[in-house]
């Protein structure tokens, strides 16, 4: 009886394991096993025998992910050059964005780990997730994997626009636009406010002795930013 419950209690945990990676990443496993792997912290396998963490499939997932990052700028953005590139991608593969991205797939639920005082959930949910890729890759090809990344990652979890505005400098290229046309731009902070408990700035961009842009933000250099990303929007040159 013991012995049947126990294969009852594993058979169920397949089938919520397959019905996760239908779900989230529309993806049916060929070999379960590999992304059990996937989802097994080391601070799990380190307590039980013949049970092998993820850090291995983790390190193979960080490649695939990045040569699929890559490519998949590198046809977007026919014009832009390698160090634009370079630079979105970082932005897209630090442990960051995918430790988010682990979070919004909720792998807590699914990840085999051991708690302790160590044991960071973002990181471990991060690592989790290059560990997956890792599998599919394994478990697929290449094309697969690239296939579920862009169609199932980057169109939900991840806002290039976004990612995009963060790389963009917009009060330096407000300041290059004025110096081209030989214009004085100054930014003057034109309130500051508490509001829950933390400071918002609000910023005013001036060309000319004229009030043009203003934004918002928790900290002077946000406020500025965002005032010079609608200065350019008004005058067009973005």
Not at 3 to 18: A, D, P
């Amino acid at each position: 009886m013991l012995q049947l419950f126990r294969r009852k209690k594993k058979s169920q945990g397949n089938l919520e394991l397959v019905s996760f990676l239908l779900k989230k990443f529309g993806y049916r496993p060929k070999n379960l096993a590999l992304f059990e792997q996937a989802l097994t912290h080391k601070s799990y396998s380190n307590t039980k025998n013949n049970v092998e963490s993820n850090e291995r499939l983790e390190y193979l997932g960080d490649t695939v992910i990045d040569l699929i990052v890559a490519e998949y700028l590198f046809e977007k953005f026919p014009d832009k050059d390698e160090g634009f590139l370079t630079k979105v991608k970082a932005k897209i593969v630090n442990r960051k964005m995918l430790s988010s991205i682990g979070a919004e797939l909720e792998l807590e639920k699914h990840i085999r780990y051991k708690t302790g005082r160590s044991i960071r959930i973002a990181t471990i949910e991060g690592n989790a997730f290059e560990a997956i890729i890792g599998a599919l890759y394994l478990d697929s090809n290449y094309e697969m994997a690239k296939k579920v990344f862009n169609q199932r990652i980057i169109r939900n979890y991840i806002n290039l626009n976004e990612v995009l505005e963060q790389e963009i400098d917009f009060k330096s290229a407000l300041l290059i636009w004025g110096q081209r046309n030989k214009l004085q731009v100054q930014f003057k902070i034109v309130e500051e406010a508490a509001k829950d408990n933390n400071f918002q700035y609000t910023s005013c961009v001036i060309i000319n002795d004229k009030k043009w842009g203003i934004g918002k933000g928790k900290s002077k250099k946000e406020a500025e930013q965002h005032a010079s990303k609608e200065t350019l929007e008004l005058l067009g040159v973005q």
